[in-house]
């Protein structure tokens, strides 16, 4: 994979911010899984401050700008994307989300620079406008290639972006397979769970209502009534924190839940699970369902987003419909009644085929090479 001058290909990453989140992550993963004797990857962050993530691939040597967005419609934010992207000879501007997109598509036009957008996820609810109707086609024609990270997405994208599914590719996340000292879990899991016996069900995820964990207390509620040695595992923190433990009281199970707060490496607190919960009103790919299956861990999840494509119904989770407590509830249930060895391998084995950091790294390289390749 060469540039035009000859040397590495020069990948310019524009995002919001490098902050904790999928969208950082599925960049670090880019960046650390493509061959460096190959291409020469940077990043242009459009919104400060710079965050975690961007301050450790800073000291590993990647080369990050940073700058901050003035609200409204940036017009100076398009000159100093094309000074950046000229002065650096880059080769493919990486658009990671619209509004970089929209940014790096506008800096773009005109130069040798190819533009990819990457679309990471949808709001909930979804909505457009009319300017998006008369805009996005003009971007389009601009932009050598469009991929989302799951199908629903893609879908997203056409019915509410006027982007063709015709035009965009999916690549689903992909990340490295988490690792854990089982010595150490078993004794987190000790100092947690009295009896040995009991079942942790779990979560992980800010505490936030587009999460809709409120859903998942209830349904746990009801689970209590036939699986009554059973924890459920909420880790994180929130804005919805507050409104859940009031819940948790409300629906006299205060004994059966644990709040952690946020933990910076919740690994541990994943491998303790028997069952992964994810509850969401809207999701992408989530990055933790799937180090949840790198973990061997059945999953049960809510029809949204791209859950149902990373979670074969049946396989390696069950899969519920969006927001409905009965369903949820029963899906948990069925699984404590059930001995899950199938499911545990068949979670490790759809990890392994199709959401690791290499084989993510692998597609959006072929893409890479294939807009070079367009004259």
């Not at 670090?28 to 401050?49: F, R």
């Not at 000074?83 to 929209?102: A, E, F, G, L, S």
């Not at 982007?163 to 996340?173: A, D, M």
């Not at 990055?287 to 979670?311: F, Q, R, W, Y």
Request: glycine share 6%.
């Amino acid at each position: 994979m060469v540039s035009s001058s000859n040397g590495p290909i020069k990948i310019l990453h524009l995002t919001y911010d490098m902050r904790i989140g999928g969208t950082e992550m599925v960049i670090k993963n880019i960046i650390y899984g493509l061959h460096s004797s190959e291409c020469s990857m940077s990043i242009y962050c459009i919104e400060a401050p710079l965050g975690p993530w961007g301050e450790a691939l800073k000291q590993s040597g990647v080369s990050i700008e940073t700058t901050s967005r003035l609200a409204g419609f940036d017009r100076n934010l398009i000159m100093q994307v094309r000074n950046h992207i000229k002065q650096h000879q880059i080769d493919i501007i990486h658009c990671h989300q619209y509004t970089p997109w929209v940014y790096g598509t506008l800096a773009a036009a005109g130069t040798r620079t190819k533009v990819i957008f990457t679309e990471h996820g949808r709001f909930y609810p979804d909505s457009s406008s009319w300017k998006r109707r008369i805009v996005n086609p003009i971007l389009l024609k601009l932009t050598d290639s469009v991929t989302t990270i799951s199908k629903a997405t893609k879908h997203a994208l056409e019915e509410f972006e006027y982007i063709p599914e015709s035009s965009t590719k999916v690549i689903y996340n992909g990340i490295n397979p988490l690792h854990v000292d089982n010595k150490s879990v078993e004794s987190l899991k000790q100092g947690l769970v009295d009896n040995t016996d009991t079942k942790v069900i779990g979560t992980i995820a800010r505490l936030d209502p587009i999460k809709n964990q409120t859903m998942m207390l209830h349904a746990f509620s009801r689970v209590l009534n036939h699986h009554s040695n059973t924890k459920l595992l909420i880790v994180g923190d929130g804005e919805e924190r507050a409104r859940l433990e009031s819940t948790v009281k409300e629906l006299k199970i205060s004994t059966n839940v644990i709040f952690t707060g946020y933990i910076t490496d919740p690994s541990e607190y994943l491998a303790i699970m028997d069952i992964f919960l994810l509850s969401s009103l809207s999701e992408g790919t989530s990055m933790t369902l799937l180090e949840a299956m790198s973990l061997s861990k059945p999953c049960v999840v809510t029809d949204a987003g791209g859950n149902a494509e990373i979670i074969e119904h049946g396989v390696n989770g069950l899969v519920t419909p969006n927001n409905d407590i009965e369903a949820f509830a029963k899906a948990i249930s069925s699984f404590l009644s059930t001995d899950l060895s199938a499911m545990k391998k068949a979670a490790k084995e759809r990890f392994e085929q199709l959401f690791t950091a290499d084989k993510m790294a692998d597609s959006y390289q072929a893409i890479y090479k294939q807009v070079l390749s367009q004259k």
